[in-house]
């Protein structure tokens, strides 16, 4: 079915062969790459891509299918467009085989039904390293023994003007009214602004709009090159004479920087990807990105009344720009993401605000909105970069061979980064086939149980000024929280690094925990903490059998599981109560998905995720012996940035500063 031999040719002669899974036509256009791991249907509906044929770097695709092409309030629910714009697809492995609640087909199907090409089996890795030294190049895709067909340049035509729609269309009846200008629109910008309580009158790229009524100016995103958007830019200058609030994205803040007299540029070969780092001009705040464009804003080409709102963190290149005194700002990525991270969604809250409330910097209204959204504002109460000058780190202790190995790299490479700062450091780590315990990792080791008594006696001959609780697991974490309880560390003046004690406490006390979860409106599953056998026999009466039985502060999933009955719950209880002083009775989730996020906070309130795993068991099975693959295999984009955006909710509300690790039970 998929064996027809179907080769990607390039303009500098290169030729990589692969197979068909998509429509059998050739095609032709400029080569791109994308880095998401999921977001393909969004990325292949997006209008930004028209005329361009997108390689995905991710090697396999289509393993959650396609959702069915439903409609909402005139746009499609899950399609970013109304079609797939792509001119074709390259992939390295396509999934035959697709798993997903909400899939209605495969992705083959659907481009065979778009009438898209698509190749599998082809290097990705080689072609995308070819892209980024040689830049972004034309190529096509053809059937090998039948008709060629020549090289086609997208920037030779205006896709601004293929993409935009052709008349005037109205969407809801709210409060606000708002411009629409439609470069090649997608579905998810104006589903953002419909939720903010807006009218949008959308309209085509070449438009007139300056004769309507209305608040505020949305220039959205859009394929090619901003030059051939002349009409639009005088439309925007026009505009600008009003001082009515304007927001564009991506294409929209080319043409705004077009309109306030500023140049634009093509990018060696664009940023395409789900994961590209802006910073905020001017602070420490830092913010992971969904991106697709080619061309880029000059940052020196930007008047005296015009400065650069973001910056990329990978090349310097401009990520956005504001006037100094209006209402006006715009930003080169996509804050309403799709496929990628919501992190920046709130920049449609400081569009709004900007048609509320007159005469607030930008700058001061992204704070208020970062703020705002914050359940409890986290202030980093720790030490200051050289302050630290000798430091005691936990190890993670007798483990079995094979067991908490991450443990093990964590605390080595914590113990790296410390001595190449010329900072002294003191390991306590009785394990001694361990990294960290070997020569030239720590400046001392002692191999002692990692117990309060011990620990206490190191610190005592010792004298460090910091430690570090973080690394050493389960372990050191319950150590440390005695050594705080004790006033340990407060009777040798020693500073805990990283995550404060109370929220390690917050953590492992299940009740406290849920409770964080509630004020920040996360779910969490139906559940009793309970301190004694009676307590968790009448908790399990209240929820129902089957429960699910946790010992908090616990090792590796200890004096945790089902129980079907009381008899069961009685034995699992009694042995829970001998590794913990608390144990948590739940609601069953047999069968649920079981999904894990590693999560990385830092002082400044920066978030990122390093990645997502997915047990291959169903919940229920401790992860220890359960096989995890990461990433995961049979999330969709929306659930992968929806799980995300909860675990980075949850780090920020309870005052990581470090990384930590977020579990989650999913319905299948």
């Given at each position: ?567 069961e719950l009685e034995s699992l209880v009694t042995k829970a109560f001998n590794y913990s002083p608390q144990v948590l009775v739940e609601k069953s989730l047999k069968g649920w998905k079981e999904i894990e996020y590693e999560v990385v906070r830092d002082r400044y309130d920066n978030c990122i995720t390093v990645c997502n795993m997915e047990n291959f068991d169903p919940l229920g099975i401790h992860t220890g012996e359960s096989i995890v693959v990461a990433p ?37």
């Open positions: 079915m998929y064996n027809k031999s179907l080769h990607l040719v390039l303009e500098d002669g290169t030729v990589f062969q692969g197979k068909s899974f998509g429509y059998e036509a050739p095609v032709a256009g400029e080569i791109v790459f994308s880095t998401g791991m999921v977001g393909y249907t969004e990325s292949l509906s997006d209008p930004s891509y028209l005329g361009q044929i997108l390689t995905l770097t991710y090697p396999l695709i289509g393993n959650y299918g396609v959702p069915k092409d439903e409609s909402h309030q005139g746009i499609s629910t899950f399609y970013e467009s109304e079609r797939i714009q792509a001119s074709g697809l390259i992939v390295s492995d396509f999934s035959f085989e697709y798993s997903h609640w909400n899939a209605a087909k495969s992705l083959g199907d659907w481009l065979k039904e778009n009438k898209v090409p698509a190749v599998y089996g082809i290097d990705t890795r080689e072609l995308t390293k070819l892209v980024r030294e040689k830049g972004t190049m034309l190529g096509k895709l053809v059937f090998p023994g039948e008709p060629d067909i020549p090289f086609v340049n997208p920037d030779d035509e205006n896709q601004v003007a293929k993409a935009s729609c052709k008349k005037t269309i109205v969407y809801g009846s709210g409060k606000h009214k708002v411009v629409l200008v439609d470069c090649g629109v997608k579905n998810n910008i104006i589903r953002c602004l419909l939720k903010r309580d807006t009218t949008i009158v959308r309209v085509p790229w070449d438009y007139d709009f300056n004769e309507m009524e209305f608040d505020g100016l949305f220039i959205s995103n859009g394929p090619g090159d901003p030059a051939f958007c002349t009409p639009t830019v005088n439309n925007i200058r026009k505009a600008m004479q009003t001082g009515k609030p304007i927001f564009g994205i991506c294409m929209g803040n080319q043409l705004l920087s077009l309109a306030g007299g500023a140049s634009t540029y093509k990018l060696k070969y664009g940023h395409r990807s789900c994961n590209q780092p802006v910073q905020l001009v001017g602070t420490q705040r830092a913010f992971v990105t969904s991106q697709n464009h080619g061309f880029a804003v000059d940052n020196n080409s930007l008047g005296a009344e015009w400065e650069p709102l973001f910056v990329n963190m990978n090349d310097g290149t401009n990520e956005g720009i504001r006037h100094k005194t209006n209402p006006w700002f715009s930003c080169q990525f996509h804050p309403e993401a799709s496929a990628g991270p919501t992190d920046t969604e709130f920049l449609f809250d400081v569009f709004i605000r900007t048609l509320e409330v007159k005469n607030i910097p930008i700058p001061k209204l992204i704070e208020d909105e970062l703020d705002a959204k914050s359940v409890l504002k986290q202030v980093y109460r720790g030490i200051e970069k050289g302050s630290v000058k000798k430091v005691l780190l936990l190890g993670s202790g007798a483990l079995k061979i094979g067991e908490a190995g991450e443990f093990d790299y964590s605390g080595s490479q914590a113990l790296k980064a410390l001595k190449e700062e010329g900072i002294e450091t003191v390991l306590v780590n009785p394990n001694i086939a361990t990294v960290q315990t070997s020569e030239g990792i720590a400046d001392k080791v002692y191999f002692l149980p990692v117990t309060p008594d011990f620990v206490e006696r190191v610190i005592e001959k010792e004298r460090p000024d910091s430690i570090f609780l973080s690394f050493g697991g389960q372990t050191a974490l319950n150590c440390g929280v005695a050594l705080y309880k004790n006033k340990i560390l407060e009777k040798y003046n020693v500073r805990v690094l990283g995550t404060p004690v109370q929220a390690i406490i917050d953590t492992e006390d299940r009740e406290i925990f849920n409770q964080k979860l509630s004020e920040i409106g996360v779910k969490y599953i139906q559940s009793e903490a309970v301190t004694s056998l009676k307590d968790a026999l009448r908790a399990a009466d209240k929820l129902g059998y089957p429960v699910i039985v946790r010992a908090a502060y616990a090792l590796g999933g200890l004096g945790s599981g089902f129980c079907d009955n009381e008899d995961s295999q049979t999330l969709s984009n929306s659930e992968y940035y929806k799980l995300r955006e909860l675990a980075i909710r949850i780090i920020r509300h309870i005052g990581i500063v470090g990384e930590c690790n977020v579990q989650y039970a999913f319905d299948p």
